[in-house]
């Protein structure tokens, strides 16, 4: 594929839990049922900062409960405040939020003008099973906090590392993985190793595992809380 992608695609693509009637509406605030939600999206909530609005998508049973406690948007004058405070008093928890960040449009054009030639310089390649032991022996490095943090995982979509070249063998340094994130993007997690870190290694290996994303008609994402 090749998608020209702008930051309206984004938008829409964040938008698809939201695509269902609203129960509540005002200036800051827009409450949906969506019962085609996951179960792990039983409550999503997305912040839009070009307009300062919040929006809420919840699967019915969510509504039903929030229903019990005094969160009541038949009643109006609902806030963002009032409805996660139902959602504490119904004993739902929440996840923290993520702030997602994407490539403009100017630096995605770079990108994809680079050799591909660079990254072979940069000891970059892609992984694949036969590099178990490799990856293994990399995530032992790592503290382990990074490294959950970082959910790169040998099993995602596509799976990059930059590798050392010195004279004690094949060293993997810094690891990223992409997996698909709805049809448009594709979301990526990377980790360097803490005595590797300050080289570089994680900009020139970003802008590898970009290029590919790209190359398959994807939007690189990237979460962070």
Known sequence: ?????????????????????????????????????????????????????TSVALLPCVAQSLQRTRCDWDAGALTEDSLRQGLIQAGIVMHGADNPYYLPQRGRALWLAEAEA??????????????????????????PVGWAAAQVDLDDWAVFGL????????????????????????DVGILTLASARGAGHATRLLRAVGRYAMAKGFELQYRSQ
């Open 1 to 53: 594929r090749d998608v020209a992608f702008s930051p309206q695609v984004i938008f829409d693509c964040w938008q698809v839990p939201f695509a269902a009637p609203a129960v509540y509406q005002d200036d800051r605030l827009r409450v949906v049922i969506n019962p085609q939600l996951d179960g792990d999206e039983a409550v999503t909530v997305l912040h839009t900062a070009q307009d300062g609005r």
């Open 118 to 143: 660079e990254a072979d310089a940069d000891g970059i390649r892609r992984l694949g099973a036969h590099d178990a032991a490799l990856f293994a022996a990399f995530e032992v490095q790592t503290n």
């Open 163 to 186: 590798f050392s070249r010195g004279g004690q063998g094949e060293q993997l340094l810094s690891a990223a993985s992409i997996y698909p994130w709805g049809d448009s993007l594709a």
